[in-house]
């Protein structure tokens, strides 16, 4: 039996009779057929690649089950020997190892006192600073506070000083022809509201 691709599904003609079936409805699902055909016969591919490799590594695995068989025989017969010598350098390596566990914690303590030392200098520095930020900006607020109240002040003022030029200018409009001029101050532009 031949292999069927994804393009002869798509390409395939049929005969048309009378009281057929649709042709749309036949392409639209010979589509949708070639499309997953298409799917399986490249997972089918993937999944063949994938027996090949797991193939070979099968085979690589038993070529290393016979070595490790092969080391574990003379490594049996080692063993004794072995053992026997690593229970003498056991027993000389624990007393070493007691001795630099020792020296290691008295070296690790000193360490940790020295570092308990520095982070309380730390804290201490970072608290210094902190309130030291606290009362720069508790300054700085006080400064607007009062920069605040005194534009206030001069704004009062200012429309006091308005309002009886305009009250003046009203009564003796008369007498004074040659042209006062008021002054206004805009602060309006300035970067604080009351």
Same mark, same amino acid.
């Given at each position: 039996m031949s292999i069927i691709s994804p393009k002869d599904i798509r390409k395939n003609d049929f005969k048309k009779i009378f009281r057929g079936y649709d042709p749309n409805e036949v392409d639209a699902f010979l589509e949708t057929?070639?499309?997953?055909?298409?799917?399986?016969?490249?997972?089918n591919a993937m999944l063949s690649d994938k027996v090949k490799s797991l193939t070979s590594d099968v085979?690589?695995?038993k070529e290393n089950e016979s070595t490790l068989q092969k080391a574990i025989v003379?490594?049996?017969?080692?063993a004794e020997e072995?053992?026997?010598?690593?229970?003498?350098?056991? =027993? @000389?390596?624990?007393?070493e190892? /007691?001795?630099n566990s020792q020296k290691i914690m008295q070296e690790v303590e000193k360490d940790i006192m020295s570092k308990k030392q520095e982070l309380e200098e730390m804290k201490l520095r970072n608290d210094k600073l902190v309130e030291d930020v606290k009362l720069f900006f508790l300054e700085k607020l006080n400064e607007m506070d009062e920069f605040i109240k005194n534009r206030n002040i001069?704004?009062?003022?200012? =429309? @006091?000083i308005s309002s009886s030029d /305009?009250?003046?200018?009203n009564s003796d409009e008369e007498e004074n022809t040659q042209?006062?001029?008021?002054v206004s101050i805009n602060t309006a532009k300035t970067n604080f509201s009351d």
């Open positions: 057929v070639s499309l997953r055909y298409e799917r399986l016969h490249e997972e085979e690589v695995y003379k490594t049996q017969d080692l072995v053992i026997s010598n690593a229970k003498k350098k056991a =027993e @000389n390596i624990i007393r190892g /007691e001795l001069y704004s009062m003022e200012l =429309e @006091n /305009e009250n003046i200018m042209g006062m001029k008021k």
